[in-house]
């Protein structure tokens, strides 16, 4: 069982991208969700978190005010919409899924599932 993330890209600096994962079914519909990023040499942090409804949203400070995640339930799919961006926001970014437990969930543990990973450079 695999996420399937999309969306990153190449932009520049004060540009925008939209993040999408796509999870395999309904029962994802249930799960907590959450984004996450990762820059060689770092640890994988979290970037935002979002409950099964869909309906309470949570960020790292590092990015409040500036990425919005959400989901929808109906076709399964959970979005990171990303503005102003700057050149510190250039990672692999994934999704991921807890099975288990409610919103907000910060660990990368508390995640069962993941995505692959998907490419976002900001260029200055």
């Known amino acids: 069982v695999q996420l399937q993330a999309s969306g990153g890209g190449l932009v520049q600096a004060g540009g925008s991208l939209r993040l999408s994962c796509l999870t395999p079914?309904?029962?994802?519909?249930?799960?907590?969700m959450g984004w996450f990023r990762q820059v060689p040499g770092k640890e994988r942090e979290i970037v935002s978190t979002i409950n099964w409804g869909g309906d309470r949203d949570y960020y790292a400070d590092s990015v409040k005010g500036q990425f919005t995640m959400s989901r929808n339930n109906s076709n399964y799919i959970v979005y990171l919409q990303m503005n102003s961006l700057k050149t510190e926001d250039t990672a692999i970014y994934f999704c991921?899924?807890?099975?288990?437990?409610?919103?907000?969930?910060?660990?990368?543990?508390?995640?069962?599932?993941w995505g692959q990973g998907t490419q976002v450079t900001v260029s200055s």
């Open positions: 079914g309904r029962k994802f519909n249930n799960y907590v």
């Open positions: 991921a899924a807890a099975s288990r437990g409610v919103a907000p969930k910060w660990e990368a543990t508390d995640y069962d599932y």
